[in-house]
């Protein structure tokens, strides 16, 4: 079936670096991608979006970019603030309002 | 515009009760998406509501159910509760649940089966 993963379940780094976060997927013909963050306690929060019309979307200090040759995306987060710590999902929709997640990367910030 | 909103937040229950899980998506969308969190299953989907109709369904055993009500409102229920039930219940909402759509969540229910 369809499945998407992340490439490591946590990611430390220091306050003020960028951060990467990296997903793959499996189904070639997905063509909705979203990243979420996950506070603890909290629902998932909806970061940045991408369709597979397009290989680069950039938002307020996020940016995504999506490989489908290798069928690859990844969420990039710039000067990274404590307030960034929190475990970041990329989910796939398909038809019939269903998300499939990948089993997240949690991110630790240091200041 | 006010978010979704779940209730309750927190429930405590014993193996073989039954649970009853509310969800009141954000105002103007009509479809309505359960999922369960864990550990180690991470967020899985278990059925999509849109116009009082199940749309989609995940691979959960019949016990989980769920209905949408008129007003976009949905309740998930799950009965003769699991230790293994025991997770963060989310809901989400689109305005029509089609593919390229985003949806939001509830800050979930969180289920505790003793």
């Known amino acids: 079936g369809e499945s998407v993963g992340l490439h490591l379940p946590t990611l430390s780094v220091q306050e003020g670096d960028n951060s990467i976060i990296n997903c793959a997927y499996s189904n070639s013909a997905s063509d909705y991608f979203i990243w979420y963050k996950q506070e603890s306690g909290k629902g998932p929060q909806f970061i940045i979006d991408?369709?597979?019309?397009?290989d680069k979307r950039q938002g307020q200090r996020v940016t995504v970019l999506l490989n489908k040759t290798v069928k690859h995306l990844s969420l990039q987060i710039a000067a990274t603030q404590p307030g960034d710590s929190a475990v970041y999902f990329c989910?796939?929709?398909?038809?019939?309002?269903?998300?499939?997640f990948g089993q997240g990367t949690e991110l630790s910030v240091k200041p | 515009k006010a978010g979704v909103t779940q209730t309750p937040r927190y429930l405590i229950k014993t193996r073989g009760q039954q649970v009853t899980l509310s969800c009141s998506p954000i105002s103007g969308h009509r479809s309505v998406s359960w999922y369960q969190q864990t550990p180690g299953q991470g967020l899985q989907f278990l059925f999509e509501?849109?116009?009082?109709?199940?749309?989609n369904k995940g691979n959960f055993p019949g016990r989980f159910s769920g209905r949408q009500f008129s007003n976009s409102r949905s309740e998930m229920n799950v009965s003769t509760l699991e230790l293994g039930d025991s997770a963060l219940y989310l809901c989400a909402s689109s305005l029509a649940g089609a593919g390229g759509e985003t949806q939001y969540f509830g800050p979930g229910t969180r289920l505790l089966v003793l």
């Open positions: 991408i369709r597979s019309n397009m």
């Open positions: 509501y849109f116009s009082e109709t199940q749309r």
């Open positions: 989910a796939n929709a398909n038809q019939g309002g269903k998300l499939i």
